[in-house]
């Protein structure tokens, strides 16, 4: 089946970085848009960042932008999440997942296969 596997998560002190990779499997990621999502603890799933089919197209919340870099390398059938100047709001189960078509948007409804996630947890 269909599988996207998170990696690169950790536990870090604030200000410093760390990227995340999502390695798709049994999916040809190439033709669709991707993105990332978090949840901390308590809270509802939220949207940090998608990208279109090609890379083109970027879009990032509020809180991340500016900080945060998401890419794609369609040849290994990767997405990644490059995360600076990381905050302990920043903390959280970061979740990659496949859109339903070429355009990501803000909505998870949006998008159809998902990872288990990978946990990042940013100190002061």
């Known amino acids: 089946q269909v599988q996207l596997l998170e990696s690169g998560g950790g536990l870090v002190q604030a200000g410093d970085s760390l990227r995340l990779s999502c390695a798709a499997s049994?999916?040809?990621?190439?033709?669709?848009?991707m993105g990332w999502f978090r949840q901390a603890p308590g809270k509802v799933r939220e949207f940090v960042a998608h990208i279109n089919d090609n890379g083109g197209l970027t879009h990032y919340a509020d809180s991340v932008k500016g900080r945060f870099t998401i890419s794609r390398d369609n040849a290994k059938n990767t997405v990644y999440l490059q995360m600076n100047s990381l905050k302990p709001e920043d903390t959280a189960t970061y979740y990659c997942?496949?859109?339903?078509?070429?355009?990501?948007?803000?909505?998870?409804?949006?998008?159809?296969?998902w990872g288990q996630g990978t946990q990042v947890t940013v100190s002061l």
């Open positions: 997942a496949s859109s339903r078509g070429a355009y990501g948007t803000p909505s998870d409804q949006s998008y159809r296969y």
């Open positions: 049994k999916l040809t990621i190439k033709t669709f848009a």
